[in-house]
């Protein structure tokens, strides 16, 4: 019995450990990164995708189609119905398959989906939201 009891207690332990070594979320922390934005500390995602499953409201098909939940393009002459890629302040284009090709998983020290007034910053190219993705400073 009293065996069981400590092999219970070591259990118990090691899924408290393991449960707490999982940084990648949806929040602010303490390294000045914008609230709602989506993180990786452990290295765990491969890809660009891995960031955006954790972002609510965005859809990944697996074509490579990325669209902003609410995000409705008004004007198709200027802006597809995706969303623009910005990386390091530098808006990239539309594609999916382009942003995830220019910047490896490793180096992405956060992700952030503007949409609605947030993404005015970018004029009418920010009509469908804007994924920003800001890579770790070496």
């Known amino acids: 019995m009293r065996t069981a009891i400590i092999l219970l207690i070591f259990a118990f332990a090691a899924f408290t450990v393991a449960c707490s070594s999982v940084s990648s979320t ?28 954790k972002v609510p409201g965005v859809n990944i098909s697996g074509s490579g189609m990325v669209t902003i939940r609410g995000m409705n393009s008004f004007d198709t002459t ?13 808006a990239v284009g539309y594609s999916y398959n382009e942003a995830n090709r220019m910047v490896h ?29 800001v890579t770790r400073k070496m």
């Open 26 to 53: 949806v929040a602010g922390d303490n390294k000045n990164r914008p609230e709602g934005s989506v993180y990786d500390d452990n290295d765990y995602f491969t890809s660009l995708a891995d960031y955006l499953h």
């Open 78 to 90: 200027y802006s597809p119905i995706t969303p623009l890629f910005v990386i390091d302040g530098i």
């Open 105 to 133: 998983p490793l180096y992405i020290d956060y992700v952030k989906v503007l949409k609605g007034p947030d993404a005015t910053i970018y004029g009418s190219r920010g009509g469908n939201g804007v994924i920003e993705i």
